[in-house]
């Protein structure tokens, strides 16, 4: 059985950097620890790798679709291969946590997020969800301009932990389900 883990955000060095990429840094950093068996391809609409991750094989997707397209890749992926979306783990970046948490959900709405609302209208929303924080603007209706800004050289330490601790909440579900990672990540901090 195999398992499908997509790392949100747009293609293009111009966004490469930016919060709304810290899905595809995850996934970058989670076909280097994942012992990569194959380097990132075009297939799918997107760069995708085969891996092993916590002795299960996975698919690391990164739709090249841009954000409010995501779900064109993640199901031509998932079809594909067969998988499930109980077995898709999509990693994104969320506004509502601050950065340096991170949150495991399983199902439920979009929140204003169009890559996840893209991921819903074709799959449905019984997927897996890793919620990055990266906080909120100080200006409310900036929204759009903070999620594609770069990363402020102070935040790139949080940033660091945040990657090391997708993985291994990545890990955990894998290993232990998604409802025993929601109890071990999701404690206040």
């Known amino acids: 059985m195999m398992w499908l883990i997509v790392g949100l955000g747009n293609?293009?060095?111009e966004y490469a950097s930016t919060r709304?990429?810290?899905?595809f840094m995850v996934v970058d950093a989670l076909?280097?620890?994942g012992a990569g068996q194959?380097?990132?391809e075009n297939r799918f609409h997107g760069f995708?790798?085969?891996a092993l991750l916590a002795k299960q094989d996975v698919l690391l997707l990164k739709p090249q679709t841009f954000m409010n397209r995501s779900g064109v890749s993640v199901q031509a992926a998932a079809?594909?291969?067969k998988i499930s979306p109980e077995q898709i783990i999509v990693i994104h970046d969320e506004l509502d946590l601050p950065l340096g948490q991170l949150r495991v959900k399983i199902g439920g709405g979009a929140?204003?997020?169009?890559g996840l609302k893209d991921i819903i209208r074709c799959l449905g929303n019984n997927f897996i969800r890793i919620r990055i924080g990266i906080g909120k603007p100080v200006i409310k209706g900036t929204e759009a301009d903070y999620v594609l800004s770069r990363y402020r050289k102070e935040e790139l330490a949080l940033l660091d932990e945040q990657i090391q601790s997708a993985i291994k909440?990545?890990?955990?579900i894998l290993n232990k389900g998604a409802e025993a990672a929601q109890m071990e990540f999701n404690r206040a901090k």
């Open 38 to 40: 194959t380097s990132f």
């Open 169 to 172: 909440a990545s890990e955990a």
């Open 48 to 50: 995708c790798s085969k």
């Open 111 to 114: 929140g204003g997020h169009n």
């Open 20 to 23: 709304h990429n810290a899905g």
């Open 31 to 33: 076909q280097k620890h």
């Open 11 to 13: 293609p293009g060095e």
């Open 79 to 81: 079809a594909f291969y």
